[in-house]
């Protein structure tokens, strides 16, 4: 789960399968029951028809952590963006940061640093394609040391300048799902 709606969508999932959600939160669910294997079995099934992907292997569950902590990092809070990675992935996760980093690498095949430079980026085109800020202001706001920077690391992920991005009609951007 990635955005408010996404969590909507599961709560309504799960109350139509007669069970009672304590919270949900980006990537975690917590109902009251304990489940069957027939209940599990269709609450997997209706959720995968939906995109969603149960998830019970406890790696797969700390990355999506990560993930979930990096996406609400830069998508979804107000929070300072300047604030040092590995200390945040940390105080959100409460594990050992090379632990995480190294788990993330082995599995995901890339760093946490490099998943969270491309959420920036997407991040980026984003307030890019709605055109109310300047890319100084852009910059400020994701917490790059200077517009030269932001410009260097985006044409290094895109191919593209900021401002070649911005006259493109067809705005490459990506679903958050898919980074």
Do not use: W
Request: hydrophobic share 35%; aromatic share 8%; charged share 25%.
């Amino acid at each position: 789960m990635v955005c408010s709606r996404c969590k909507m969508v599961v709560k309504a999932e799960i109350e139509k399968a007669g069970l009672q959600p304590v919270s949900i939160e980006l990537g975690e669910v917590e109902i009251k029951e304990t489940l069957t294997s027939k209940q599990l079995q269709q609450l997997n099934t209706s959720m995968k028809a939906l995109g969603f992907e149960l998830i019970d292997d406890k790696k797969i569950q700390t990355i999506e952590k990560i993930k979930n902590a990096i996406v609400t990092l830069v998508h979804h809070s107000d929070n300072d963006i300047k604030t040092n990675l590995s200390a945040y992935i940390t105080s959100q996760i409460h594990q050992d940061y090379n632990y995480l980093s190294n788990l993330f690498s082995e599995v995901e095949g890339t760093t946490i640093e490099k998943y969270f430079i491309i959420h920036r980026i997407e991040k980026v085109k984003e307030l890019l394609v709605y055109n109310e800020l300047s890319l100084s202001e852009i910059a400020f706001q994701l917490g790059y040391s200077s517009v030269a920077y932001l410009s260097n690391q985006f044409k290094k992920i895109t191919g593209f300048t900021p401002s070649y991005f911005k006259t493109l009609k067809e705005h490459k951007r990506r679903n958050i799902e898919e980074l």
